[in-house]
Every structure is written in structure tokens, then in C-alpha cells.
């Protein structure tokens, strides 16, 4: 069975240290963060992205049916996050497919950004597991990561 998520929740699922809104909605994230997508062969969990309250959403205190009492603010990340990551409500992919687009298209800078208006953003979390995922995934060192990508764009002849 695939696991719902937001577009937004991939990086908060990348970054989850065990904090959240009450013990119900940690307790809720934990299972799938760590029981289902960080598992043995978490890579293969299958996932349909949506646009409305997922998976992680259920026990949330904000909810509000399939929504949640700050939606505009919801939907304006899921944006961004759609946007930067190449997702959008309907698509089905594995976890391993979504981080490789974290990997692939996400600078800890980005977030600035791609986050902006999120209470957790501030705390450094979220980029300090940007920076671990690239580090991990592409070689660098995490303080290399954390630094400012250097963009370089390709005109073609």
C-alpha cells in the first residue's frame, strides 16, 4: 500500500528528528519515517503524492477534514516543493525515487526558499539533512554541502 504524502512532506520526512505538534503526530510520523520509508528496503515504499491531508496529516492537530487550518500556507509549499522536486498530486513513485530528486535538484540554500514561512526552518534542521543527503549520496563533505551551490548555466550552441 503506498504511502500518501504532500509534496512538502518528502523533506520533512528527510529531515524528522522526532519532534512535532503532540505525541499522537510524532508517534504517527516516526512509524512512517522510520518503521516504513527509512526501513531495510524503505527505498522501494511505494508513494502517491496528493494535494490534500496525507499520511503523515492523520493524527495532525491542525487538520481540518482533508485539509488543514493554515491551507494557503500548505498549498503554497506544496508549490514550491512540487515545482522544485518535478511532482505533482497523482504522480506515483518509490521513496527512493523521491530522494534521488532531493539529491538531484535540492541545495540546503534552497530551502531558504522552498521553506520559507515554515516555523521549522529557522531551527536548521531541515538543511543539516540536505546537507547529510548530498554528503552521503554524492561524496561531499556535509560543510561542503551546506555551502551555496555554485550554479553554472548552459547555453547550447
Not at 1 to 6: D, G, P
Not at 31 to 47: A, E
Not at 128 to 140: E, I, T
Amino acid at each position: 500500500m503506498a504511502i500518501r504524502l504532500r509534496p512538502h512532506h518528502v523533506l520533512c520526512a528527510l529531515s524528522f528528528e522526532g519532534k512535532g505538534y503532540d505525541s499522537a503526530f510524532v508517534a504517527n510520523m516516526a512509524h512512517i519515517v522510520w518503521g516504513q520509508l527509512q526501513s531495510t528496503n524503505g527505498s522501494k515504499t511505494p508513494v502517491r503524492i496528493t494535494g490534500q491531508a496525507d499520511s503523515i496529516c492523520a493524527p495532525c492537530p491542525r487538520r481540518r477534514d482533508m485539509g488543514c487550518d493554515v491551507q494557503d500556507k500548505i498549498d503554497t509549499l506544496d508549490a514550491r516543493h512540487g515545482a522544485a522536486l518535478g511532482l505533482a498530486p497523482g504522480d506515483q513513485v518509490t521513496w527512493g525515487d523521491c530522494v534521488d530528486r532531493v539529491v538531484a535538484q535540492v541545495e540546503p540554500d534552497d530551502l531558504d526558499h522552498l521553506c520559507q514561512g515554515c516555523e521549522w526552518l529557522d531551527l536548521g534542521v531541515c538543511k543539516a539533512a540536505v546537507a547529510q543527503l548530498l554528503s552521503d549520496k554524492k561524496g561531499r563533505p556535509p560543510e561542503e554541502a551546506a555551502l551555496p551551490a555554485q550554479r553554472v548555466k548552459v547555453s547550447g550552441a
